[in-house]
Nanobody
Framework: QVQLVESGGGLVQAGGSLRLSCSAS????????MGWYRQAPGKQRELVAI???????NYADSVKGRFTISRDNAKNTVYLQMNSLKPEDTAVYYC?????????????WGQGTQVTVSS
């Protein structure tokens, strides 16, 4: 089993910044894509940003130019630097990883961390 633990969420004013972290633990052989999704109240979960294990990122149009995803493969950790935050960025942010681990290859989710942006 693989566990994803997120940290770094919180309350921030519009225009501010937050940095989310997600660390994977367990008997992990490798992690392919690793990234962030978010879900606002009453809305479907959506992709925010994702990166391959070689560091190639892909962003949702709504966050391009404001958010930056990065990862440290040695630590099995992915980060999301969020700048110029807007109230519409308010959501629960979930870490996601495609991992090859003891027991097989599967997709994993973290428990989520709340990001609230006040106007």
């Amino acid at each position: 089993q693989v566990q994803l633990v997120e940290s770094g969420g919180g309350l921030v004013q519009a225009g501010g910044s937050l940095r989310l972290s997600c660390s994977a633990s367990g008997i992990i052989y490798s992690i392919n894509d690793m990234g962030w999704y978010r879900q606002a109240p009453g809305k479907q979960r959506e992709l925010v940003a994702i990166t391959t294990n070689s560091g190639n990122p892909n962003y949702a149009d709504s966050v391009k130019g404001r958010f930056t995803i990065s990862r440290d493969n040695a630590k099995n950790t992915v980060y999301l630097q969020m700048n110029s935050l807007k109230p519409e960025d308010t959501a629960v942010y979930y870490c996601n990883a495609d991992a090859n681990a003891w027991g097989g290859k599967r997709n994993y989710w973290g428990q989520g961390t709340q990001v609230t942006v006040s106007s």
